[in-house]
DNA sequence: TCTCATATTTAGAATTATTCTAAGGTGTTG
DNA sequence: CAACACCTTAGAATAATTCTAAATATGAGA
């Protein structure tokens, strides 16, 4: 009889790297795992590497963004632009918004069917547009108010 | 007699640095003239560097990211993230989105006034909202329809 | 199960935008 | 004009990301 291993299959991470067309190796089960068992995540690829070592995972840096590039290309993740100096991969691929809280560099999800856009003018000829973002940028508040 | 000189006042560059309390250096003049003469404008710190020389004015790439953020400090420019890659800033720091050509790299404004966002949950427990971003992001169509 | 072509991983070098350092130049004020 | 703080700058440093090219793993078929 097998031992009940910590497999935890809750993010069906093989199946959805072969419908990916993506081998489903050592690292790409791992790193699969670490990104889909559990909630919406946001992570850079500095982040996930460590969490990776964390885990007990070797896996190298290049691997994590090589991984992070192709599951975005697989639709498995997207991107999100809120700073100009690392990206975010964001496992809520849905139609989404984002608070973003600029002193801790953490995102939250803010879902996009509660949200209402008017008087967007219409694309420039020539052009489609692509997806719309919205990004509310916080400051934590100094003191909370006694 | 003196000659009209090539000088165009019009950026009024001069009383904005004094307002700011920023010395007005040759640099800071012929970038400030750069960027404000005309209307609204989005750079890059390569782009504004690249215009200057062009126009025969000598700065260094260190001192157009100094004068960039200075700039921004003073609330002459502001910054936009719409791209991980590169930093742009904006002329316009009046209340306003954008529609962000990826292929091309060129960001246009999107009037704040025009635009209405509805839904938009309240801001976490101990933050506050510091700005909210609407980037329309687009893409070129391959060919006009005939 | 073995083989082999192909996909994947990886260490380390390279790239690129941006920032830092520290030394010399400039604007302002008395 | 002197004095000093402010500025500019060349070049080195940083940091995120990408590239290279060599080693390794995977999977289809024999
Ligand atoms: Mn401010
Ligand atoms: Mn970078
Ligand atoms: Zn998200
Ligand atoms: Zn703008």
């Known amino acids: 009889m097998k031992p009940v291993t910590q497999d935890r299959p809750y993010s069906q991470t093989l199946s959805r790297l072969r419908e990916a067309g993506l081998r489903p190796t050592r690292q790409r089960l791992a790193l699969g795992r670490l990104l889909f068992d559990g909630g919406d995540r946001h992570v850079t690829a500095e982040a996930l590497h ?3 070592q964390a885990a ?12 992070l590039h192709q599951f ?4 498995l993740l997207r991107e999100v ?6 990206t975010y991969f964001d496992t809520n691929v849905s139609d989404h918004h984002h608070f973003f809280l600029e002193n801790a560099g953490s995102l939250m999800d803010i879902d996009g069917g509660k949200i209402a ?3 967007l003018p219409q694309a420039p000829e020539g052009t489609d547009v692509a997806r719309v973002d919205v990004i509310v940028r916080l400051h934590g508040t100094p003191r909370p108010a006694e």
């Open 50 to 52: 460590e969490e990776a």
């Open 56 to 67: 007990g995972v070797s896996v190298s840096l290049a691997t994590v963004y090589n991984t």
């Open 72 to 75: 975005t290309e697989a639709h």
């Open 81 to 86: 632009v809120v700073d100009s100096a690392r």
């Open 117 to 119: 856009i008017t008087g």
